[in-house]
């Protein structure tokens, strides 16, 4: 994932992706994740471009968020 800070490793981080139908069964379903970062490293951007940071991260839980 790519975020716009370097995080300590061990950081708690919340992540939502979007699932899709094969996996999940449903249209448009969420899926919120706690994790913990396991390493970053800043991005090469262009001049024109913000720097990102590429981030990876555990998954430790999740759950589906039920659209209404």
Do not use: W
């Not at 024109?48 to 990876?56: D, F, G, I, M, R």
């Amino acid at each position: 994932m790519l975020g716009p800070q370097q995080l300590p490793e061990n950081t708690l981080v919340e992540m939502v992706f979007e699932m899709p139908e094969e996996i999940s069964g449903q249209k448009n379903s969420n899926v919120l994740c706690q994790g913990r970062v396991i390493r970053s490293k800043e991005k090469q951007a262009a001049k024109t471009e913000a720097s990102q940071v590429a981030l990876a991260a555990s998954i430790l839980d999740y759950k589906f968020l039920h659209q209404t």
